[in-house]
């Protein structure tokens, strides 16, 4: 496409875009669409000439809208939010119009300064030492990976350079609670440790890891002959944002030279507010911390920010040096290759920045005051209302509810019907997109709060919509 | 940002990125930055209140542009190209703009459906039969990692849900060529097979793997009690685009129920051309297959395409279900977080999409035939000079080669500082940039001919520019 043809189309997205999310209030939040509609109206064999680019555009609108669930919309209130605030929409245009590829220093020394500088910024902005050193991965997924990676190769003196985790006599063990994220069971299986050495240690009546449990745990591990290598501690976790206890959890994890993680995905935003941070006291002693700024933050999807206190060991870890890839700067730079799974890097720093100056710490933080003051007042109305339930404590901006009405009370399965009965009359009604869970055997609806756009009126209208529907399922 | 600041922001972006492609020819295509520079130009603190992004804008221009080595530069001659094509820019901003997150299938029906469609369209052009489902990973590194994972559940049988890899009684082997990609190594130690258990076996005089030392190697394993994993043959080798014996390797993989991984990361896009499809031959016996349509094709930095022949496999390495990822349609559609690393996935496919719209395969396939054009020219001037030697066939577009003046002949050491002087000096003097690299203990100067600007001007003058530089060097 020549620059010319760029410029008239690209003015006309921009403007398409801008035009979406002012009217997004209005569309269904959750597609309505059904499976095999989309791929039904596309064609099935490619284009074999081109030209068809502008012609297609009104299937934008056509096609693909009615095919997205708006997860920028104020009525999302499923999972996580992943909001893209549209200064990072530029910044990302901004990156693939330069094209840049920063696997390493030389290849575009800014991709790596700016990512350096803005990971750097974030530390000090989520009150984090200096101790730590940041990186972009895409997702926390990917971090936790290489994480446990990392304890794995720590635990085992390197095996990977010998005969691999079979070269390892010793059983090498990983922690997590029975609430942590899916992502560390994927990890954990992935590097090799087996699911038999994943210990899902079970959490209190907040949903937190039990420590007495985890020192048994690791106790049991060491008097049988295998190792500990890893302990996952969430701040946040998924299904009702518990926070484990990190301090005591990190104690124990220096005791034994056990590698210890943190995953703070959501959470680690809430962090930009010096009065959260209590939430994660210990995580200086973390080996490597993960927080997603494509959740809460608004950096769009995807951008993890990743750290650790032992750089050198990651790079151990991940580095390969093939003559092909070798510069005149190695060993003065960092050279990001060598500091996750992918080779070559896109320039995600240039969101991060983006967002940053536009929105300002203040501005960031601002916005998570905001949603959890909204998460406390629909925890108030639940707490008020005899007929609901609220099954976690609500430490940042998710609230764990169910209907409990008093002709249900001692038959879960029926509460179970129930609830998701109201939770999928909810999602199709339109307005709001929320996530039906299962936690410890009892159906909840799960409202997270925490969309760029979303206002108090837009919970208040939840909670009645939530109501009436309880009255009528 | 409000959608109005972001219209005003972002036409003003859209005429800044037509005016930088209108102009990159003009710029040194390696950045000439010193390292810490860029990161001393920005602030060390992160700014509190924001409104800063508009007044910080010109900075691209001073602080970022200065760092950019410029991939889509038609004087790009290094490594491999990593073409951004405007009208992937734009494919790639209404993802950003739609923010849609596509793990599961009702997140975004259109993102899983949408994604779908168009690797069918490109598996189609490719000349892969329906035997292959695809689906697109951010690059080949983590492809290749799947692969690796896949391949080491198969030979194990599943030992991730049990005791993990400890507890598979026989050492597990992946083989490749010693011209293999760094990521293949990467890939096996993570997956943690270990080096030990990693053959890089040799290659031929055309720098592809010798097939009977693939067989001795696997017959001595077998022998040994180790149980042969994993193969991955390269078509289109890094240093030199060497092409693997595909068909007699896949037979070898086939007799043993070896895995095989086909990496054509670069060479995949030529078999958008039917008359290239000699290359792969026996590609239809792959196990898994990955190619980077962000190198030659145009898509923009992240997009691999990965091909697997058993989709319910890869599932079942990949997948983790929680309650709270459940949804209503799980069993009747795709859900592609269970199928690679992450669980978020970004909308990648609309790239792919607006280039195969607006270029159609004819356009890339014409594309692919003149660069492999500009190559042989390339190389009739290298082999039609008698003080400069070529190292390797030209099966593709690039060209390894080597300035062999009389007096050096025989002198390894000298040779190598003198072509190293070469490539240095034309990498700093901002009209080029390509690839010094080691080839079996010889400095050669690698030119990788791909870029979308690049036309045969470009490469008579980059010739030009060796035969001035090898003299004055």
């Known amino acids: 496409m020549t620059p010319d043809e760029f410029r008239r189309l690209g003015h006309r997205l921009i403007d398409w875009i801008a035009d979406y999310r002012e009217r997004i209030e209005a569309l269904p939040v959750m597609s309505r669409v059904q499976p095999g509609e989309i791929r039904a109206a596309l064609p099935k064999e490619p284009p074999h000439t081109g030209g068809g680019l502008e012609a297609a555009l009104p299937s934008l609108d056509y096609t693909i809208v009615p095919g997205i669930t708006h997860w920028n919309h104020p009525g999302f209130f499923a999972y996580f939010p992943s909001n893209f605030d549209l200064s990072a929409v530029l910044g990302d245009l901004v990156a693939s119009g330069l094209g840049a590829q920063g696997m390493s220093w030389q290849t575009s020394p800014a991709a790596t300064e700016l990512e350096e500088v803005v990971m ?12 730590f050193t940041g990186v972009i991965h895409d997702t926390a997924s990917t971090a936790t990976l290489c994480a446990l990676l990392c304890a794995r190769e720590r635990a085992s003196s390197h095996s990977q ?5 079979q070269d390892e006599p010793q059983a090498l063990v990983v922690y997590a609670s029975d609430q942590a994220h899916s992502s560390i069971e994927k990890g954990a299986l992935l590097a090799g440790y087996g699911r038999a050495n994943l210990r899902r240690i079970e959490t209190d009546e907040n949903h937190a890891l039990r420590l007495d449990l985890l020192r048994r745990a690791v106790e049991e591990d060491l008097a049988a002959g295998r190792k500990p290598a890893a302990i996952v501690a969430t701040i946040g976790t998924t299904p009702t944002t518990a926070i484990d206890p990190l301090a005591q959890i990190a104690k124990l994890a220096a005791r034994h030279g056990i590698w210890l993680h943190v995953d703070a995905a959501m959470a680690g935003t809430a962090m930009l507010c010096s009065e959260n941070r209590w939430m994660w006291e210990g995580v200086e002693q973390a080996d490597s911390l993960v927080l997603n700024p494509h959740k809460w933050m608004g950096t769009g999807f995807d951008l993890s920010a990743y750290y650790v206190r032992d750089v050198e060991h990651l790079i151990r870890v991940m580095s390969t040096n093939p003559s092909y890839l070798l510069t005149a700067q190695d060993g003065l730079v960092s050279n990001f290759r060598d500091w996750g799974l992918p080779l070559g890097r896109r320039m995600r720093s240039l969101r991060l920045w983006f967002l940053l100056l536009d929105q300002g710490i203040d501005g960031l933080a601002a916005r998570v005051r905001r949603d959890m003051e909204e998460a406390r007042w629909l925890k108030d109305q639940v707490d008020a209302a005899s007929d609901w339930e609220r ?5 940042l901006q998710t609230v764990c509810l169910r209907h409990l ?52 009126r837009h919970v208040e209208a939840l909670w009645q919509e939530l109501v009436v529907q309880a009255r009528s399922t």
């Not at 350079?161 to 985790?165: A, D, F, K, Y």
């Not at 099954?391 to 430490?395: D, E, K, N, T, Y």
């Not at 002709?407 to 019907?417: G, P, S, Y």
């Not at 009892?442 to 206002?455: D, F, M, N, P, W």
């Open 120 to 131: 750097d910024w974030l530390r000090q902005a989520l009150g984090l030492s200096s101790a």
């Open 161 to 165: 350079q010998r005969g691999g985790l």
């Open 391 to 395: 099954l976690a404590p609500v430490p």
């Open 405 to 456: 009405p008093a002709a249900l009370r001692n038959d879960e399965a029926a509460l179970k019907q129930h609830n998701l009965a109201i939770a999928t009359r909810i999602n199709e009604g339109g307005h709001f997109y929320l996530t039906p869970a299962m936690l410890k055997g009892r159906q909840i609806i799960r409202v997270s709060i925490g969309s760029a756009l979303t206002e108090q």
